[in-house]
């Protein structure tokens, strides 16, 4: 476990923090290490139904710590930052993150992975890879295509500018921009509705929203397999008898 990532439990939230204010929240193998274990435990942990990431100190990162990856460059499928990634593109459970100060590099293409993003006003996106002689990571090539077509994506890969939270907004890469300094406030808002969810639904849900290809006649099947089971299940019996006596509904399990 890494010093400079922070890991939270409270209820059901998990809050997983960069925490390396001084060098910006720059991420070394050792954090990506542990962001990737803290999530794993996450997702084992019945109890937690929604993760957070966030940085510390009004910066979310400023991406990798290049220093260190020009002396052990992580190559393989099996490198700390490429299981970090794996991972949070495979997490089943909802991911919101807060941003702020800065998302740089990676800090830009690990929201890609992310259900809901909240970002600073203030907040400086970048995607430099270009300008450091690399190619795009974390899945960005195919991702932001589909996200904003071929040519918001080529502007954003082949020039590598910096943007403003309301580009991001504008383009689809964050959910919402909030008041000034309010980031994390108004992302643990969301974190606390989507915590009350059912959870077997959310997750569902999520997985469907994932699922790559197919034809619509293919979703409708998927989805009614999975709108039957829930439809079976003892989250829609107390969603009924919520409604029935109007109180808001309680939702067991994890």
């Known amino acids: 476990m890494s010093d400079n990532i922070q890991t939270v439990h409270a209820g059901a939230i998990t809050t997983i923090r960069m925490a390396r204010p001084e060098k910006k929240n720059a991420l070394t193998a050792s954090m990506y290490t542990a962001m990737a ?21 009004g910066v979310f990162t400023s991406g990798n710590d290049l220093r260190e990856f020009a002396l052990a460059p992580p190559l393989g499928a099996d490198s700390p930052v490429m299981r970090f990634l794996a991972t ?26 992310c259900d809901m993003v909240v970002a600073d006003p203030g907040t400086k996106f970048s995607l430099p890879f270009i300008n450091l002689g690399l190619v795009p990571e974390g899945g960005s090539s195919l991702l932001l295509p589909r ?26 890469l964050v959910t919402r921009v909030s ?7 108004e992302a643990m808002a969301l974190v606390a509705i989507l915590a009350a969810k059912a959870p077997t639904a959310l997750r569902l849900t999520k997985a469907l929203l994932k699922r790559e290809g197919g034809t619509v006649a293919e979703r409708l099947v998927q989805e009614g397999q999975a709108f039957g089971q829930q439809l079976r299940g003892a989250e829609f019996r107390e969603a009924m008898m919520a409604f029935m006596e109007k109180r808001p509904p309680s939702f067991a399990g994890g």
């Open 88 to 113: 949070l593109a495979g997490c089943p459970k909802p991911v919101v993150a807060a941003v702020s100060g800065l998302a740089i590099g990676i800090g830009t293409t690990m929201l890609l992975h």
């Open 179 to 185: 008041a000034s300094g309010a980031a994390e406030a």
């Open 147 to 172: 996200m904003l077509g071929h040519l918001r994506a080529s502007e954003l890969l082949m020039l590598g500018d910096t943007f403003d939270a309301a580009a991001a907004e504008r383009y689809g």
């Open 37 to 57: 274990d803290a999530i794993d435990a996450a997702v084992a942990d019945d109890a937690v139904r929604v993760i957070v990431l966030a940085g510390e100190g």
